[in-house]
């Protein structure tokens, strides 16, 4: 079962009451299972980047071209970045994604794609986010076990019947009201991110209106890592912004 796979005792006693403790649940990215260990159904646990900080793109909001934004980032020592640039048709996307990939390399980073799993299969990626109620099994079908493949969530009802041996995360906003999407909520909080993360044995990682002054909370309340679009894509210096932001899981770090 499942407690036989968890690397401390910990794991196993919150798991069944139903959650964990925020200072385990922040460091479960840190200890994957293997993968052809695991009986059908069960969490994979494939690592998150570390540190679990994604930066989501949008050039639309963007203070500079995304190739120095994303370089900027990785060199404060983001190692994960997913290209969201939905309105390009997708041959402009995979592109992109194509372009930028190996600057992600260079930095020993992750780069993922928000959309399709055979557009992100066509640009060399290794990983998906996909949009809620989206097909998790198809992309892992398609991308692969060593994949990082990720679903957007919104409340507690969209992390019940998820198959975690398809999916890694789960990102679950908004958790503030946010720039990057003015008027769309309800937003969660840290009282709804606990919650969602209470309810899936998956990480969650938060998004919507973070930054440095807000991030603490979400990773106390339970949040194994967090999203950041407008934070980053819209500061001055985003090498900054994300230093700020990584600041927040050191004073968090169990």
């Known amino acids: 079962g499942r407690a036989a796979r968890a690397p401390c005792g910990a794991h196993s006693q919150a798991r069944a009451r139903g959650a964990f403790e925020p200072a385990v649940r922040a460091r479960r990215y840190l200890t994957p299972a293997p993968i052809e260990s695991l009986p059908p159904g069960a ?31 990785f060199a404060a020592g983001c190692r994960w970045a997913s290209v969201r640039e939905k309105d390009l048709p997708a041959e402009d996307q995979i592109a992109l994604a194509r372009r930028l990939l190996p600057l992600a390399q260079a930095h020993g980073a ?34 692969g076990p060593g994949a990082l493949v990720g679903l957007s969530v919104h409340g507690v009802d969209d992390v019940r019947g998820l198959d975690p041996a398809a999916l890694d995360y789960v990102l679950a906003g908004p958790a503030y009201p946010t720039s990057s999407k003015p008027g769309y909520g309800p937003f969660l909080g840290p009282e709804g991110i606990a919650r969602i993360a209470s309810a899936t044995v998956l990480p969650v990682l938060a998004i919507g209106g973070i930054g440095p002054e ?17 934070g980053i894509m819209q500061s001055a210096d985003p090498a900054a912004a994300v230093a700020a932001l990584l600041a927040a899981f050191e004073r968090h770090r169990p």
């Open 43 to 73: 969490a994979r646990l494939m690592p998150l980047p570390s540190p679990p900080l994604l930066l989501v793109t949008n050039r639309r909001q963007a203070s500079a071209p995304l190739d120095e934004i994303l370089a900027a980032a």
């Open 214 to 230: 807000n991030a603490a909370e979400l990773l106390a309340a339970g949040a194994a890592g967090l999203a950041v679009m407008g």
């Open 110 to 143: 992750r780069l993922t794609l928000h959309g399709s799993p055979a557009w992100a299969k066509e640009a060399g990626l290794r990983g998906v986010h996909l949009s809620a109620h989206s097909d998790a099994a198809a992309a892992r079908a398609l991308l």
